[in-house]
């Protein structure tokens, strides 16, 4: 039987009849006024969030009004995908605009004492499109795209501020003992929870940009292990409300918590705070109308640190969590809103993922700056606005170069993916129109169809001699 997924999630909207921004005015600032300039763009993008963490999209556990309240007045997409389901190699993808079988960083590849392999220097990123346009530009948060000293810095790469982890190693912890002021390393003492530190200079950039475009990239870590926070009266609101069946002791990586199930759904909660403190800042200013707020995550639910993912999958929709290729693996939140510009209250079924950003923030731009930068990415702004006609995928590609490698194409309804590459590779084809949770193999029953995607995936990846599945 089929799965009406798009009435699911439509179903999950009606959490929220507060529309934000609803009555909001633009004063104050008329060079931000939408009749005589460019709208601001902020991108949320949470670490390791999975589909149903939040409840607009069937979460029944955790409490996320802001969230609710942003897709209220906005579009959230059920099959939007993130880069990967790891993050370096997802971010990458959302940077430049290619999928993993073209980008550069395919793989979460640690190097010592700090950081991850970088950017190429020759392919241009979100931020410079954005630059180019005369927006100020801002990353906050999670990097993992040049260690210090690299081309991949940030602040090489098109920001003009950075405030947060270089590494991604080093954002395990959200007691570190240090972060980053563009290049100037920031000793933290042990107390210092980062993500509200972090958050502050987000907010900071909001009101020193208020009366110019600007482009926000805020990479939270939450919810990503340590699963760790203040106890404060946020994670109190969890506090002996689930039955927590193990306790995680700290491994040398992620600390130790003797309630992750509660830990897990306070940092999801606070994730939620800090959103709605952002669309209050920028109520405040007098620049909401004029803000296209995006919210999504780099790839699926994790394991690690004593989350439970199972447990939070209150809807049961999607099959995997991080690392997976499969749905759950890869298949995001991904809501959008835009006061006036982008119907309140939708949702939308097209196809998207990380690498139509390059391409869609083009469009938004195209009476700013030419880019001629090849993409993998389909614009998705008539889908947005609702003006002109949408452009299709012919098929999404994704790669992963952990566990024995993997790789993954979807063309319209049809999955399939390849499984332990490097060692003994296996094929396995779904159906996602009939079987979301891709249940039920049918290689064996359509051949045919098996081939024609080996295809496409073979064409899709270019070699890589940093990123090889281990041959």
Not at 76 to 83: K, L
Not at 294 to 323: Q, V
Request: hydrophobic residues 30%; charged residues 20%.
């Amino acid at each position: 039987m089929k799965y009406n997924f798009l009435n699911k999630i439509s179903s999950g909207l009606l959490l929220s009849s507060v529309t934000v921004g609803a009555t909001a005015q633009t004063t104050g600032n008329p060079k931000q006024s939408p009749e005589n300039a460019t709208p601001n763009v902020i991108y949320i993008i949470a670490d390791d969030l999975g589909f149903s963490d939040i409840e607009t999209y069937g979460n029944q556990h955790i409490s996320t009004p802001n969230i609710n309240k942003l897709a209220k007045s906005g579009m959230s997409f059920t099959q939007f995908y993130s880069g990967t389901s790891v993050s370096a190699p997802s971010r990458a993808s959302l940077m430049t605009g290619q999928h993993t079988g073209h980008t550069k960083i395919r793989g979460n590849k640690e190097l010592n004492p700090e950081g991850q392999e970088p950017l190429d220097p020759t392919v241009k990123t979100i931020a410079q499109l954005f630059k180019t346009a005369g927006y100020a530009t801002g990353a906050f948060g999670k990097w993992g795209l040049g260690y210090p000293g690299s081309v991949g810095e940030p602040t090489r790469m098109g920001f003009d501020k950075f405030y947060g982890y270089n590494c991604q190693r080093q954002a395990h912890s959200y007691y570190p003992a240090w972060l980053y002021n563009n290049t100037t390393k920031v000793i933290l003492d042990s107390k210092t929870y980062s993500q509200d530190l972090i958050h502050q200079q987000m907010l900071q950039f909001i009101r020193e940009n208020k009366d110019k475009p600007f482009f926000g990239y805020f990479a939270y870590s939450l919810p990503h292990a340590s699963l760790e926070q203040p106890n404060d009266s946020i994670l109190k609101m969890y506090d002996g409300k689930f039955c927590e069946p193990k306790t995680y002791t700290y491994n040398g990586d992620y600390a130790g918590t003797t309630k992750p199930r509660a830990q897990f759904a306070g940092m999801v909660t606070r994730l939620d705070t800090y959103v709605g403190q952002v669309i209050a800042e920028l109520e405040k200013q007098g620049i909401l109308n004029n803000t296209i707020l995006i919210f999504t995550s780099d790839n699926g639910p994790h394991t690690e640190g004593g989350a439970d993912p199972d447990f939070f999958n209150t809807e049961k929709l999607l099959k995997g969590t991080k690392r997976s290729l499969y749905e759950g693996g890869m298949r995001v939140p991904f809501i959008a809103s835009w006061n006036g510009h982008i119907a309140p209250g939708t949702t939308n079924n097209h196809q998207a993922a990380f690498w139509d950003m390059m391409p869609t923030f083009n469009d938004l731009l195209g009476q700013q700056t030419s880019w001629t930068q090849a993409t993998d990415g389909v614009s998705m702004l008539p889908t947005l606005t609702g003006q002109g006609t949408q452009a299709e995928h012919d098929y999404l590609y994704w790669e992963f170069h952990e566990q024995g490698g993997r790789q993954c194409v979807r063309k319209g309804a049809w999955v399939l993916i390849r499984q332990n590459i490097s060692t003994t590779p296996t094929l396995e084809l779904y159906n996602l129109e009939d079987d979301l949770i891709e249940s039920t193999q049918l290689s064996a029953k359509y051949p045919e169809k098996v081939k024609e995607l080996v295809t496409i995936m073979d064409n899709a990846h270019v070699n890589s001699t940093i990123f090889n599945f281990g041959k």
